[in-house]
């Protein structure tokens, strides 16, 4: 069976993959922002590279989006499948990036990160839920989120997609507050062979909407080699 890698977004806990690997055995997320440094998006790609024992589907969300397809990029034989969620080619129209970074690296603390978490989501997770996601958030080190956005702020990967050749899905929460339906589009279009779906949930669809993710990784692993 190809493993099925999830790969979660800034302070974003692997807990949010949990309602997809209900729906899809075999995926297994990544808590990347809690392994040592350095944490740029390159750096962090290459070492899940090293953990990799065979080639796997890949599933991005937000900041492990750009992660994910850095990864397939840099480490071809290693992905067979990329399911690309609520991320983008490049963060230009992420207007909010930089009063992001600014915010963590001034004030990292609960209100930060709460602001951030409740930003992520349509409908409010469970209350104890949140309270997983949040106490995971608050174990990351500050240096690592700041680091990681930096670096994807920085990085433009338009020339980068239409090299990875492999299937590829994106998936995008059309309520998401942080990331255009807009940016999806261009996202799908950019990838040679990819397919768009569109969920009703805000910028956790793993999490809000695992059944539209689910259907896209399937896809995936039909059409991988």
Same mark, same amino acid.
């Given at each position: 069976?190809?493993?099925?890698?999830? &790969?979660?977004?800034?302070?974003?806990?692997?807990?949010?993959?949990?309602?997809? *690997?209900?729906? &899809?055995?075999?995926?297994?997320?990544?808590?990347?922002?809690?392994?040592?440094? @350095?944490?740029?998006?390159? %750096?962090? %790609? +290459?070492?899940?590279?090293?953990?990799?024992?065979?080639? =796997?589907?890949?599933?991005?969300?937000?900041?492990?989006?750009?992660?994910?397809?850095?990864?397939?990029?840099?480490?071809?034989?290693?992905?067979?499948?990329? &399911?690309?969620?609520?991320?983008? %080619?490049?963060?230009?129209? /992420?207007? +909010?990036?930089?009063?992001?970074?600014?915010?963590?690296?001034?004030?990292?603390?609960?209100?930060?990160?709460?602001? =951030?978490? +409740?930003?992520?989501?349509?409908? *409010? #997770?469970?209350?104890?839920?949140?309270?997983?996601?949040?106490?995971?958030?608050?174990?990351? #080190?500050?240096?690592?989120?700041?680091?990681?956005?930096?670096?994807?702020?920085?990085?433009?990967?338009?020339?980068?997609?239409?090299?990875?050749?492999?299937?590829? *899905?994106?998936?995008?929460?059309?309520?998401?507050?942080?990331?255009?339906?807009?940016?999806?589009?261009?996202? *799908?279009?950019?990838?040679?062979?990819?397919?768009?779906?569109?969920?009703?949930?805000? /910028?956790? @669809?793993?999490?809000?909407?695992?059944?539209?993710?689910?259907?896209?990784?399937?896809? &995936?692993?039909?059409?991988?080699?």
């Amino acid at each position: 069976m190809t493993e099925v890698v999830g &790969v979660p977004g800034t302070v974003c806990s692997p807990a949010v993959f949990a309602p997809l *690997a209900a729906l &899809v055995p075999g995926v297994r997320p990544v808590s990347w922002m809690t392994a040592p440094g @350095p944490w740029t998006v390159p %750096a962090v %790609a +290459d070492r899940i590279a090293d953990d990799l024992t065979a080639p =796997v589907v890949l599933v991005g969300h937000s900041t492990g989006g750009a992660i994910a397809t850095t990864l397939a990029a840099t480490h071809p034989e290693l992905v067979v499948g990329l &399911v690309l969620v609520d991320t983008g %080619a490049h963060m230009r129209r /992420h207007g +909010d990036v930089d009063g992001i970074i600014d915010r963590f690296a001034a004030q990292w603390g609960r209100e930060a990160l709460s602001a =951030v978490l +409740d930003r992520s989501f349509a409908t *409010a #997770p469970p209350a104890d839920v949140r309270a997983e996601l949040l106490a995971y958030a608050e174990a990351v #080190p500050r240096e690592a989120a700041v680091e990681v956005l930096r670096s994807q702020r920085d990085l433009d990967l338009t020339e980068v997609l239409p090299t990875i050749t492999c299937p590829a *899905a994106v998936v995008h929460g059309v309520h998401d507050r942080a990331r255009s339906t807009a940016e999806a589009e261009e996202l *799908a279009a950019l990838l040679p062979d990819a397919d768009l779906s569109w969920a009703d949930c805000g /910028h956790t @669809p793993v999490f809000e909407a695992p059944e539209v993710v689910a259907a896209a990784v399937r896809s &995936v692993l039909d059409r991988a080699p």
